[in-house]
């Protein structure tokens, strides 16, 4: 069983940053996939971003890549989403999520972070 506990969202102007954390419990977090996942109001969750075990290779939607930056700490135990030149549409709910590499299956969800970008 892995609880992820996301923080670090807020309300921020067009153009600026916020830096998202998810603390994992447990000792395994470096056996999982770790990946965030948003969904604004009235739509369907969407994929942002995911990092291997390793953080050895990271993988973004085409709307965030270039201004979103995802990292790990396996020995914190935490995944990082660095978001910089937030638009109005980023706005969100985002959630991290624990998954397996060999089922591609996001076993573990966080109960998500608010994030709102003003125009």
């Known amino acids: 069983q892995v609880q992820l506990v996301e923080s670090g969202g807020g309300l921020v102007q067009a153009g600026g940053s916020l830096r998202l954390s998810c603390v994992a419990s447990g000792r395994t977090f470096s056996s999982y996939v770790m990946g965030w996942f948003r969904q604004a109001p009235g739509k369907e969750r969407e994929f942002v971003s995911r990092?291997?075990?390793?953080?050895?290779?990271?993988y973004y939607a085409d709307s965030v890549k270039g201004r979103f930056t995802i990292s790990r700490d396996n020995a914190k135990n935490t995944v990082y989403l660095q978001m910089n030149s937030l638009k109005p549409e980023d706005t969100a709910v985002y959630y991290c999520?624990?998954?397996?590499?060999?089922?591609?299956?996001?076993?573990?969800w966080g109960q998500g972070t608010q994030v709102t970008v003003s125009s």
């Open positions: 999520a624990a998954g397996t590499a060999v089922t591609g299956v996001y076993a573990y």
């Open positions: 990092i291997t075990m390793s953080g050895g290779n990271t």
